[in-house]
């Protein structure tokens, strides 16, 4: 393996991933390459000749109100209007919305806990939704208040999933009975 391998490597990856991937991926590559220099299994380590990979600075965009109307007017009655306008107003995760549950909610003392995630993945060509009881890093666990209007959404959610599962009786999936964020 020469540097000029390395190098037309991470100019493949330029088209398929993102610039902080590749930055993983020389970190990787050059430790590996050290180590195995360290035992003397090659002369010298190639990736020492190979400059890594500039990182360009996300900078990130923000809906300003008008924005967030013309949002909220196109997804008025949508099946994820309730989702959007918790995205929207706490800024979570997908993973943290989807991971809300009943049982983190405190409507007495108005409060939100974010601390579960939910994401799919794919394990031998089937998808399965692994469950975390924890969040992505330490600061994400966090409490956020509940105004009238997400509880008001939240009361209603609730009770409209409730008369759902009166309605469908035994045939509904109760696997998910904590989740806020349900399929119909």
Known sequence: MSPL???QFYNVLTKTVSKNTIVHYYANIRKALQNAYLLDLIPNNPADKVEKP??????????????????????????????IIFISFYGLRR??????????????????KIGTTVVQMSVDGHYQLITEDKA???SSLRIY??????????????SYQQSMMAL??????????DYVFVDN
Do not use: M
């Not at 360009?56 to 809906?63: A, G, L």
């Not at 208040?145 to 609730?158: E, F, Y």
């Open 5 to 7: 391998h390395i190098k």
């Open 54 to 83: 500039k990182v360009k600075r996300f900078e990130s965009q923000y809906y300003d109100e008008e924005d967030f109307r013309e949002l909220f007017k196109c997804i008025h009655g949508d099946p994820i209007e309730i989702a």
């Open 95 to 112: 993973s943290e919305l989807v991971g809300i549950r009943w049982s983190l909610i405190n409507f007495k003392r108005q409060q939100l």
């Open 136 to 138: 992505k890093t330490d």
């Open 145 to 158: 208040p509940l105004v009238d209007a997400i509880t008001k959404i939240l009361l209603q959610l609730k």
């Open 168 to 177: 469908c009786g035994d045939s509904y999936c109760k696997d998910y009975l």
